[in-house]
Nanobody, 131 residues
Framework: QLQLVESGGGLARPGESLKLSCVASGFTVNDQYNDYTIGWFREAPGDKREGVSCISGREKAEYYADSVKGRFTISRDNDKATVYLQMNDLKPEDAAVYYC????????????????????WGQGVRVAVAS
């Protein structure tokens, strides 16, 4: 069964950095990890879940929400079945529960903008930003 597990959340001060990881397991020979577009999403109390950044499988094309462009960087190591989100210059408005999710064969924009259901979600990891 396809599973995603996030780690790396915590408390940071404004301007500091955190790096999130999303490790995947349960892929099959037919639906291989490299065929999945994976994204990071966040949900703050009272807000709807939003796409932060997404990365495609083989081409590693990247997509970023305007709110994080220039501060966050997404990357993936297909050999380790892991996607990373490097978050620099954190702001209080970045505080949220961050989730990773995957969809087979989708574009980065369609995943990040939730144009359709995603195949699997992680359990989420909390990021707090406060001085």
């Amino acid at each position: 069964q396809l599973q995603l597990v996030e780690s790396g959340g915590g408390l940071a001060r404004p301007g500091e950095s955190l790096k999130l990881s999303c490790v995947a397991s349960g892929f099959t020979v037919n639906d291989q990890y490299n065929d999945y577009t994976i994204g990071w999403f966040r949900e703050a109390p009272g807000d709807k879940r939003e796409g932060v950044s997404c990365i495609s499988g083989r081409e590693k094309a990247e997509y970023y929400a305007d709110s994080v462009k220039g501060r966050f960087t997404i990357s993936r190591d297909n050999d380790k079945a892991t996607v990373y989100l490097q978050m620099n210059d954190l702001k209080p408005e970045d505080a949220a529960v961050y989730y990773c999710a995957a969809r087979l064969g989708a574009t980065t924009q369609s995943v990040c903008q939730l144009w359709g259901p995603l195949d699997v979600w992680g359990q989420g990891v909390r990021v707090a930003v406060a001085s």
